[in-house]
T-cell receptor, first 115, second 116 residues
Framework: KAGVTQTPRYLIKTRGQQVTLSCSPISGHRSVSWYQQTPGQGLQFLFEYFSETQRNKGNFPGRFSGRQFSNSRSEMNVSTLELGDSALYLC??????????????FGQGTRLTVV | AQKVTQAQTEISVVEKEDVTLDCVYETRDTTYYLFWYKQPPSGELVFLIRRNSFDEQNEISGRYSWNFQKSTSSFNFTITASQVVDSAVYFCALSEEVDSNYQLIWGAGTKLIIKP
């Protein structure tokens, strides 16, 4: 069965712009979580969505937001981009429960570069 | 604050050697979960194991084994008879609840290089 699909794989944006990243979870998975990975800060949890509701949230500013649709697909939006937002953004899906407590399946990520 | 420490930034061994990756965590909770994930060069994280705080049994899966010790707050990962395909970055992570909000806290990762 298909894995977690993230689009686009690579993105270059200018400071001040906004960006939307997309994640399609594994079929049947209802939980989607997002992570930011940078060389300096490592992996950091952004938020988790379950049944179209944000269930858990990390310590990121309000410029980072997300949503989940009825088919479990999720989008993540970053507004007013800063250079420090350059990172690999990873999406993970899990079948249910809390993504932070169960096995999660990750996509290959979207590499965002802010110039 | 919760924290996960992977003190080994990079480990390099020759194929067929055994290698242990260390993970030390800090938490005030009595209920928590610990994970190991592998990140190959392709980028996606691959789940290896999950342990809850009430289960201190060691686990073996093929060439992989995990040693969970609550007394020392450690959850170490050993690869026996390493292979080149084991080369990757390995992450340890801790999940716990803080004010009804669950977070997954990641270690900095250990880059494992297996030389042929």
């Amino acid at each position: 069965k298909a894995g977690v699909t993230q689009t686009p794989r690579y993105l270059i944006k200018t400071r001040g712009q906004q960006v939307t990243l997309s994640c399609s979870p594994i079929s049947g998975h209802r939980s989607v979580s997002w992570y930011q990975q940078t060389p300096g800060q490592g992996l950091q949890f952004l938020f988790e969505y379950f049944s179209e509701t944000q269930r858990n949230k990390g310590n990121f500013p309000g410029r980072f937001s997300g949503r989940q649709f009825s088919n479990s697909r999720s989008e993540m939006n970053v507004s007013t981009l800063e250079l420090g937002d350059s990172a690999l953004y990873l999406c993970a899906s899990s079948i249910g429960g809390r993504a932070t407590n169960t096995e999660a399946f990750f996509g290959q990520g979207t590499r965002l570069t802010v110039v | 604050a919760q924290k996960v420490t992977q003190a080994q930034t990079e480990i390099s061994v020759v194929e067929k050697e055994d290698v242990t990756l260390d993970c030390v965590y800090e938490t005030r909770d009595t209920t928590y979960y610990l994970f190991w994930y592998k990140q190959p060069p392709s980028g996606e994280l691959v789940f290896l194991i999950r342990r809850n705080s009430f289960d201190e049994q060691n686990e073996i899966s093929g060439r992989y084994s995990w040693n969970f010790q609550k007394s020392t707050s450690s959850f170490n990962f050993t690869i026996t008879a390493s292979q080149v395909v084991d080369s990757a970055v390995y992450f340890c992570a801790l999940s716990e609840e803080v004010d009804s909000n669950y977070q997954l806290i990641w270690g900095a990762g250990t880059k494992l290089i297996i030389k042929p």
